[in-house]
């Protein structure tokens, strides 16, 4: 089994709805993260949280929130999606030690908006 | 702000032959991680290789290897006896001690020709 997984692999949505994107790991990691690619561009960071209890924004939060219902769980939704959050979107994880900061991806949601 | 950059947003090259992808990155932290990431058509994002900028010593991980030049701040990446397998988008990133952003470079989509 992967060791992070996202769900869904692939959603097709209209302007103006809520929509939520889910990732689970397993590889016992404290901290997660949300990044977004756009064609021909690197990943850039959306949220990210160290722990339960911690949230953090990224390069790009606006019009996006976040969840972290557990450890191995972070959600991330739009609000009131628009065209141009068209995008992959990536979560990923890491562990807190030195020397291990190495983030591991999931396979990615591919999201269009109508 | 930490940057990245690649220069070649293509490359090609033949199956058994070596080819070194270029990045640069600007920081003025002293302590960080760099990163090889592979992104085949599958768009999964799969960790190549990673090395620690207090380590002197190249990284290397079987055909992968890097070049790192801290005072020219230059992390290249060479690819020995390519495979077909090999054909991807390849992603230089970056991490402060933090550990708590990625920032990717543009990538370099490098095509391995039988």
């Known amino acids: 089994d992967a060791d992070v997984t996202q769900t869904p692999r692939n959603r097709i949505t209209k302007t103006g709805k809520r929509i939520m994107l889910e990732c689970s790991q397993t590889?016992?990691?404290?901290?997660m993260y949300w990044y977004r690619q756009d064609p021909g561009l690197g990943l850039r960071l959306i949220y990210y949280?160290?722990?339960?209890?911690?949230?953090n924004k990224g390069e790009i939060s606006d019009g996006y929130s976040v969840s972290r219902q557990a450890q191995a769980k972070f959600s991330l939704s739009l609000e009131s999606a628009i065209p141009n959050q068209t995008a992959l979107y990536f979560c990923?994880?890491?562990?807190?030690?030195?020397?291990?900061?190495?983030?591991?991806f999931g396979p990615g949601t591919r999201l269009l908006v109508l | 702000a930490q940057t990245v950059t690649q220069s070649q947003p293509e490359m090609s090259v033949q199956e058994a032959e070596t080819v070194t992808l270029s990045c640069t990155y600007d920081?003025?932290?002293?302590?960080?991680?760099l990163f090889w990431y592979k992104q085949p058509p599958s768009r999964q994002m799969i960790l190549v290789i990673r090395?620690?900028?207090?380590?002197?010593q190249n990284a290397t991980e079987n055909r992968f290897s890097v070049n790192f030049q801290k005072a020219a701040k230059s992390f290249s990446l060479k690819i020995s006896d390519s495979q077909l397998g090999d054909t991807a988008m390849y992603f230089c990133?970056?991490?402060?001690?933090?550990?708590?952003?990625?920032?990717f470079g543009g990538g370099t989509r490098l095509m391995v020709k039988p």
């Open positions: 990923a994880t890491s562990r807190r030690d030195r020397g291990q900061e190495t983030q591991y």
């Open positions: 590889k016992g990691h404290d901290r």
């Open positions: 949280s160290f722990d339960v209890k911690d949230i």
């Open positions: 920081t003025s932290e002293n302590n960080y991680y």
């Open positions: 090395q620690e900028a207090y380590k002197q």
């Open positions: 990133a970056f991490i402060n001690n933090a550990g708590n952003m990625l920032t």
